[in-house]
């Protein structure tokens, strides 16, 4: 996807991709979303937010006596919203999707659906939303207290595992994305649990590889690779003085790496639901924007999710 939103500067919290969504649905109108299974509670509340600042139009596509219900328990009127009657969750799916692909909306979210089969339904062959060559991938952004950045994540919920081309790939679509939100040289970590080169650790030697093709500027101009890092070596300056660590990236770095989607899922659950960060999840890679939350979150980061999807919109023509 060619984001059409411009910026010429970097983006350092959530509230500002928050004023950007607000500039932008000022100038265009509310931008629409196709929710799959449109009945999710806390989805939900984070719609409404959208909605009633006049950011988006929610289009709930799902069982609609579940929606209805789901919409009642939070006291909101289910003929003030727009509902697609679809019972199996892969229809849904799917049905979501083509409300996107043929201009209906702009945005594509996963509401009560799970995650595989969410993206099962969308990756059927009969869509066509993945070329051959498409390497989709999750990335979260956060804002956290104490870091004077956001920080990127990924892969916590699409990639399940990958080896070195994989994660080749998976850098190449987190510092495209970290540059259009204004990170144009960005420090990437590739997290361990130990920053040694452990031949016991096969992911050590990996990252280890990675690094060294970094250092040898393989990378495009600007994007520093280092790893194996541990995940206080990559963002605690002090930390770093402590061990003596030499390295371009450690302590200051705005993208977080991670071989495993067990990895992934268990640090962003743990930023989110121990530590309170501000986050925003997509998927990047499609043709247009995919919002993927976690029922652990709450409205307010939804709709901070619901906000960079927007921004990555841009313009309607």
Same mark, same amino acid.
């Given at each position: 996807?060619?984001? =059409?939103?411009?910026?010429?500067?970097?983006?350092?919290?959530?509230? $500002?991709?928050?004023?950007?969504?607000? $500039?932008?649905?000022?100038?265009?109108?509310?931008?629409?979303?196709?929710?799959?299974? @449109?009945?999710?509670?806390?989805?939900?509340?984070?719609?409404?937010?959208?909605?009633?600042?006049?950011?988006?139009?929610?289009?709930?596509?799902?069982?609609?006596?579940?929606?209805?219900?789901?919409?009642?328990?939070?006291?909101?009127?289910?003929?003030?919203?727009?509902?697609?009657?679809?019972?199996?969750?892969?229809?849904?799916?799917?049905?979501?999707?083509?409300?996107?692909?043929?201009?209906?909306?702009?945005?594509?979210?996963?509401?009560?659906?799970?995650?595989?089969?969410?993206?099962?339904?969308?990756?059927?062959?009969?869509?066509?939303?993945?070329?051959?060559?498409?390497?989709?991938?999750?990335?979260?952004?956060?804002?956290?207290?104490? &870091?004077?950045?956001?920080?990127?994540?990924?892969?916590?919920?699409?990639?399940?595992?990958?080896? &070195?081309?994989?994660?080749?790939?998976?850098?190449?679509?987190?510092?495209?994305?970290?540059?259009?939100?204004?990170?144009?040289?960005?420090?990437?970590?590739?997290?361990?649990?130990?920053?040694?080169?452990?031949?016991?650790?096969?992911?050590?030697?990996?990252?280890?590889?990675?690094? =060294?093709?970094? #250092?040898?500027?393989?990378?495009?101009?600007?994007?520093?690779?280092? @790893? /194996?890092?541990?995940?206080?070596?990559?963002?605690?300056?002090?930390?770093?003085?402590?061990?003596?660590?030499?390295?371009?990236?450690?302590?200051?770095?705005?993208?977080?790496?991670?071989?495993? &989607?067990?990895?992934?899922?268990?640090?962003?659950?743990?930023?989110?639901?121990?530590?309170?960060?501000?986050?925003?999840?997509?998927?990047?890679? /499609?043709?247009?924007?995919?919002?993927?939350?976690?029922?652990?979150?709450?409205? #307010?980061?939804?709709?901070?999710? &619901?906000?960079?999807?927007?921004?990555?919109?841009?313009?309607?023509?």
């Amino acid at each position: 996807m060619k984001w =059409k939103y411009k910026i010429d500067h970097q983006v350092k919290a959530m509230d $500002e991709i928050y004023s950007i969504a607000v $500039e932008l649905s000022n100038k265009n109108g509310p931008y629409r979303i196709a929710i799959a299974g @449109g009945s999710d509670i806390v989805c939900l509340e984070g719609l409404n937010l959208g909605r009633e600042r006049g950011l988006i139009e929610p289009i709930l596509v799902g069982h609609q006596g579940n929606i209805i219900e789901s919409l009642e328990k939070l006291g909101l009127n289910y003929h003030d919203w727009m509902i697609y009657s679809e019972k199996e969750a892969h229809n849904s799916a799917q049905k979501a999707a083509r409300l996107v692909t043929s201009g209906m909306a702009d945005i594509l979210m996963r509401g009560k659906l799970l995650a595989r089969d969410f993206f099962r339904a969308l990756l059927d062959p009969k869509l066509e939303l993945r070329d051959h060559d498409d390497f989709w991938t999750n990335i979260v952004v956060f804002e956290i207290e104490g &870091i004077d950045r956001l920080i990127f994540l990924t892969d916590p919920a699409v990639v399940t595992h990958t080896d &070195i081309p994989g994660r080749l790939r998976i850098i190449q679509n987190v510092t495209e994305f970290a540059a259009f939100l204004g990170v144009t040289a960005p420090k990437v970590s590739l997290l361990a649990a130990v920053e040694s080169v452990t031949p016991g650790m096969p992911v050590s030697l990996e990252e280890a590889a990675i690094a =060294k093709m970094s #250092e040898r500027g393989q990378f495009p101009k600007g994007v520093l690779v280092d @790893g /194996p890092l541990s995940l206080d070596l990559s963002v605690d300056p002090e930390s770093v003085k402590k061990k003596g660590l030499d390295s371009p990236v450690a302590g200051y770095a705005d993208i977080l790496v991670v071989n495993n &989607i067990n990895i992934g899922n268990v640090l962003f659950k743990s930023l989110v639901t121990l530590c309170g960060a501000k986050s925003a999840s997509t998927i990047v890679g /499609p043709e247009f924007p995919i919002i993927l939350t976690s029922r652990s979150e709450s409205p #307010e980061n939804i709709l901070y999710s &619901i906000a960079l999807a927007i921004m990555m919109v841009g313009r309607k023509d």
